[in-house]
T-cell receptor, first 115, second 112 residues
Framework: AQSVTQLGSHVSVSEGALVLLRCNYS??????LFWYVQYPNQGLQLLLK??????LVKGINGFEAEFKKSETSFHLTKPSAHMSDAAEYFC?????????????FGKGTHLIIQP | DGGITQSPKYLFRKEGQNVTLSCEQN?????MYWYRQDPGQGLRLIYY???????QKGDIAEGYSVSREKKESFPLTVTSAQKNPTAFYLC???????????FGPGTRLLVL
């Protein structure tokens, strides 16, 4: 069975500082990995996805993530935080062809940006 | 514009009542999904359908039912057997294996 662990239910950074949101996964096969962002009372928006083409994945809004098989990690980073980045972030995994049978989500990390 | 619509935005359920949440997509996607979101719990899969007239249970299907009579529509019924229905419900769709799952704006279900 696949699973996702997001370390830290809340992460607080200063505006302009590095953002690092951690995600570790378990999967019995090479996984597909996703990061989604959710603003209050809205649906989820895809930030980026890993589908084995490249280990460093660039997404929208300046975010990127690196797939590290040896560490079973897929951490999300952004060099400089902006106030508009304040939101809930979810890491998700699928080992069934990129989510055809549904995604398994982590519990989410609430990103707080301090002015 | 292509996308996923969910209605209503807020829904109130009385004790013992069944309620139905609507999900419609015009993305021509074959696969559709229902997730439940609770605070601090992430999203959990309720049901999914990869093709019309076929659907499978997800991780937390008890107390829920679905139908898939049309490609565009995947309604979710929360039955009276679901004892803790208060949550945010999200519908998603995808064009197939390896494709992105796109999400609707969600329906918040509250119990009176």
């Amino acid at each position: 069975a696949q699973s996702v662990t997001q370390l830290g239910s809340h992460v607080s950074v200063s505006e302009g500082a590095l953002v690092l949101l951690r995600c570790n996964y378990s999967s019995s096969v090479p996984p597909y990995l996703f990061w989604y962002v959710q603003y209050p009372n809205q649906g989820l928006q895809l930030l980026l996805k890993y589908t084995s083409a490249a280990t460093l994945v660039k997404g929208i809004n300046g975010f990127e993530a690196e797939f590290k098989k040896s560490e079973t990690s897929f951490h999300l980073t952004k060099p400089s935080a902006h106030m508009s980045d304040a939101a809930e972030y979810f890491c998700a995994v699928s080992d069934s062809g990129g989510g055809a049978d549904g995604l398994t989500f982590g519990k989410g990390t609430h990103l707080i940006i301090q002015p | 514009d292509g996308g996923i619509t969910q209605s209503p935005k807020y829904l109130f359920r009385k004790e013992g009542q069944n309620v139905t949440l609507s999900c419609e997509q015009n993305l021509n996607h074959d696969a559709m999904y229902w997730y439940r979101q609770d605070p601090g719990q992430g999203l959990r899969l309720i049901y999914y359908s990869q093709i019309v007239n076929d659907f499978q249970k997800g991780d937390i299907a008890e107390g829920y039912s679905v139908s898939r009579e049309k490609k565009e529509s995947f309604p979710l019924t929360v039955t009276s057997a679901q004892k803790n229905p208060t949550a945010f419900y999200l519908c998603a769709s995808t064009g197939g294996a390896g494709e992105t799952q796109y999400f609707g704006p969600g329906t918040r279900l509250l119990v009176l």
